[in-house]
């Protein structure tokens, strides 16, 4: 499955925006999956998961409760929703795909195979 990012930008601390991963090649309903981001200087983590159907997503910590993550399997496209930014999200956002995740692996990069080009999200305090 082929996979593009969209929507990032500037946004102030506190404000909102919007993340698009358009899949293509295959169909999004029967992959998880998964937004990762990597920090100046720091690895790359995996904040959000979804599952196949969309019905089961899980959260790193720090987004937790700030952060949602969704699917539209219907137009082959993932979301995901960045409420409350802090400066410490500034990042490159990347969507991912896996066709499986074997008990709770959804956090390591390693488990998804297919991977979106980033979108850059800067947050001004």
């Known amino acids: 499955v082929q996979l593009q990012a969209s929507g990032g930008g500037l946004a102030q601390a506190g404000g909102s925006l919007r993340l698009s991963c358009a899949a293509s090649g295959r169909t999004l309903s029967n992959y998880y999956g998964g937004w990762c981001r990597r920090a100046p200087g720091k690895e790359r983590e995996v904040v959000a998961s979804i599952s196949r159907s969309g019905s089961r997503s899980f959260y790193a910590d720090s987004v937790k409760g700030r952060f949602t993550i969704s699917k539209d399997n219907a137009k082959n496209t993932m979301f995901l929703q960045m409420d409350n930014l802090k400066p410490e999200d500034t990042a490159v956002y990347y969507c991912?795909?896996?066709?499986?995740?074997?008990?709770?692996?959804?956090?390591?990069?390693?488990?998804?195979?297919?991977w979106g080009q980033g979108t850059l999200v800067t947050v001004s305090s």
């Open positions: 991912a795909a896996a066709r499986e995740l074997y008990g709770d692996t959804w956090y390591l990069t390693d488990r998804y195979h297919s």
